[in-house]
């Protein structure tokens, strides 16, 4: 089955310690987005790609980083965790980015900070 | 500023209906998604209106009204597995998605 898959689906790291956390998809979509998601709040995107092409939110923070290396994989670096980013993140992929698409999304992972 | 709202928490009875309403004020609109999303799991597509009006999909319908900035989620027929969150998010005029943060749907036998 097409799906979004995301590793691991719980991580624990300590605090300022680097954490990979990788997605990758079988559905062949150009667009692939990272959310943050924390208890009871709307998902917030932090960055998306529509194809190798990366659009950062203005508001995400420099501490996040993300690579594309082809279609199918996607990471989110985060180079120092702080207390404050322990929430659960989300990869979502869309056919297209020019009108509205369903997104699909992984299982997410679980990052705590300790 | 872009803005979603919708309730925080609803209750509801096994076997009634119950309607999640959304209103949202945004730049531009593009359509309006409805996902589910059970508690620590990832969201997962229920709906989409882009016209006006009421889509039906067995158990759940959806309706919009663009001049309101108004749309519900209606459930009917509530099974304990429809407890989880509802999350309303509108595409705005550069395509991106404006989400909601959910309303707390809990399910009593």
């Known amino acids: 089955d097409a799906m979004v898959i995301q590793n691991p689906r719980y991580q624990v790291t300590q605090f300022g310690k680097p954490v990979t956390l990788s997605c990758s998809q079988t559905l062949n979509h150009n667009v692939m987005y990272w959310y943050q998601q924390k208890s009871s709040q709307a998902p917030k995107l932090l960055f998306h790609?529509?194809?190798?092409?990366?659009?950062n939110e203005a508001d995400t923070p420099d501490n996040f980083q993300s690579r594309r290396p082809n279609t199918s994989f996607c990471f989110l670096d985060i180079r120092s965790p702080g207390l404050g980013d322990a929430a659960m993140y989300l990869c979502?992929?869309?056919?297209?980015?020019?009108?509205?698409?369903?997104?699909?999304f992984g299982p997410g992972t679980r990052l705590t900070v300790t | 500023g872009q803005n979603i709202d919708q309730p925080t928490e609803m209750t509801a009875t096994e076997g009634a209906i119950v309607q999640i309403n959304c209103t949202y004020q945004?730049?531009?609109?593009?359509?309006l998604f409805w996902y589910q999303q059970h508690a620590g799991e990832a969201p997962t597509f229920l709906s989409y209106n882009v016209l006006d009006g009421l889509e039906e999909k067995g158990r759940f319908s959806s309706f919009l009204s663009r001049s309101k900035g108004y749309s519900y989620l209606l459930l009917k027929e509530l099974q304990m597995k429809d407890s989880a969150s509802y999350l309303c998010?509108?595409?705005?005029?550069?395509?991106?998605?404006?989400w909601g943060a959910g309303t707390k749907l809990i399910i009593k036998p």
């Open positions: 790609y529509y194809d190798k092409d990366f659009n």
């Open positions: 979502a992929t869309s056919r297209v980015q020019d009108r509205p698409s369903e997104q699909y």
């Open positions: 998010a509108v595409v705005d005029s550069n395509y991106q998605l404006i």
């Open positions: 945004t730049s531009g609109f593009n359509g």
